[in-house]
């Protein structure tokens, strides 16, 4: 089975699931605790599900923690009792917190025995999305909107976290890391970020320890030719490279500081993507107000297949120009021209 956050159910959740059948539980609050899915916490049905609803899920939300609860109904299919998905991802909490929930809710739904267990799946942001009252509006809301997929969900929290990012860049102050960054960086990652801006070095790649959330150094060259880099762009994980091009341009000689994010689709968690697509703007940000330079360039690649040759890079850097060629034009006859003989 794949996780695509790496976070899988501990023993005891995979265990209380394997006995709801026979169990008398109206809902169940999972939370991730040291990197597993545990269930934090249930409660037994006392009457019918309307009755219970409130009474169970409302003590299993907090206003700045982000949690899962499966609440049971009193319907029924081929799997036995239906029940429904909610993904409480409350406006205060941390947005860090918020995308890991997001990104691991098809894992809790694989583990739990697939969809065909859930009528219903809600994403609420306050209590009122997701009490009944909540749940009531969205079972009426045949006409609305289609709800967000899991995908939109997500990249909507990528959103909410650059700008959270751009916010937290202050530039009144210096110490062992840079400011401003959702992840604190190693000493090495700053040395050699450092070594760049002031030239002394001409690349380094940085990649994120996503379970320390830390930004450390992966690679770096004193020298490296523009052909060359794309062999040092990883296929399997994201990187920040920071490039020094030195380069003739219109018989000018040049050092332009090269950004690119390279970050493959397939190969890397979805919750990779989205702490390194969160950081990178606050990166950037801050390399160029704390060190007084400016990144000439800002690529996206995918994989080191999308990265080409000096050639490539030169385009990148100078783009060509496009000249639009104003077309002839006839020159209008004179409007007061007179007549032969007058």
């Not at 037994?44 to 169970?56: L, Q």
């Not at 009944?132 to 709800?147: F, I, M, R, T, V």
Request: aromatic residues 10%; proline residues 4%; contains cysteine.
């Amino acid at each position: 089975m794949s996780h695509q956050t790496g976070i899988e159910a501990s023993d005891e959740l995979n265990e209380l699931f394997g006995r709801l059948s026979s169990s008398n539980i109206r809902a169940i609050k999972v939370s991730i605790l040291d990197d597993k899915l545990q269930a934090t916490s249930t409660a037994d049905a006392s009457g019918d599900w309307k009755d219970d609803y409130d009474r169970c899920v409302l003590p299993m939300l907090e206003e700045k923690e982000s949690t899962y609860v499966l609440y049971r109904l009193d319907s029924k299919n081929d799997q036995g009792y239906e029940w429904v998905f909610i993904l409480y991802n409350p406006d205060f909490a941390p947005v860090r917190h918020k995308m890991v929930y997001a990104a691991t809710l098809s894992t809790l739904k694989q583990e739990f025995g697939g969809g065909g267990r859930f009528a219903h799946e809600l994403f609420g942001t306050a209590i009122s999305d997701v009490n009944y009252s909540g749940y009531k509006k969205h079972l009426e809301a045949k006409d609305a909107p289609a709800p967000l997929t899991a995908e939109e969900f997500e990249r909507e929290l990528v959103l909410e976290a650059e700008a959270e990012a751009r916010t937290q860049i202050n530039t009144t102050s210096k110490s062992s890391q840079l400011v401003g960054l959702n992840f604190p960086m190693s000493a090495e990652a700053i040395q050699s970020v450092e070594q760049l801006c002031s030239k002394k070095i001409q690349y380094c790649s940085l990649s994120i320890d996503v379970k320390k959330e830390e930004i450390n150094l992966a690679d770096s060259a004193r020298s490296l030719e523009a052909g060359e880099l794309a062999s040092r762009v990883p296929d399997d994980a994201p990187r920040y490279h920071f490039y020094l091009y030195k380069h003739t341009y219109e018989s000018d000689y040049m050092e332009s500081i090269v950004f690119v994010y390279s970050c493959p689709g397939y190969k890397s968690t979805i919750r990779e993507r989205m702490l390194y697509s969160s950081c990178k703007a606050a990166l950037t940000d801050s390399v160029e107000q704390q060190y007084s330079v400016e990144i000439d360039k800002k690529i996206e690649v995918e994989n080191s297949k999308d990265v080409g040759d000096e050639d490539w890079l030169m385009d990148q850097v100078h783009p060509a120009k496009i000249v639009f060629k104003q077309k002839f034009a006839r020159p209008q006859p004179p409007g007061g021209r007179r007549r032969a003989g007058k």
